[in-house]
């Protein structure tokens, strides 16, 4: 079983930036494909972005492509999602999920983090 914790959430303002990290323990390797997803009350869970360990190829959803980058240290065992030009319909727990496959369907990642609250003001 791989364990996540997610970290570097809080409030900033619209046009700001944040740098959140998913750090990975366990069996990291045994599931490879790491993704970023965020939800919003009321909202479903929504992709933002995903990664292998062994890298190459990056997934970016709609709505953050051109303003987000995702990247693997596995020297550290983190994954770190770059959040740019942050718009008030950015606010959202974002949660980081380890699975087999990397894919923008949630429903394929099976390790979960508790999340960490993205708030920005307008």
């Known amino acids: 079983q791989v364990q996540l914790v997610e970290s570097g959430g809080g409030l900033v303002q619209a046009g700001g930036s944040l740098s959140l990290s998913c750090l990975a323990s366990?069996?990291?390797?045994?599931?490879?494909?790491v993704g970023w997803f965020r939800q919003s009350p009321g909202k479903e869970r929504e992709f933002v972005a995903a990664v292998s360990w062994s890298g190459g190829v990056a997934l970016y959803g709609d709505s953050v492509k051109g303003r987000s980058t995702i990247s693997g240290d596995t020297a550290k065992n983190t994954v770190t999602l770059q959040l740019n030009s942050l718009r008030a319909e950015d606010t959202a727990v974002y949660y980081c999920?380890?699975?087999?496959?990397?894919?923008?369907?949630?429903?394929?990642?099976?390790?979960w983090g508790q999340g960490t609250q993205v708030t920005v003001s307008s």
């Open positions: 999920g380890a699975g087999l496959i990397l894919t923008r369907s949630d429903r394929l990642y099976t390790s």
């Open positions: 366990g069996r990291v390797r045994s599931q490879p494909a």
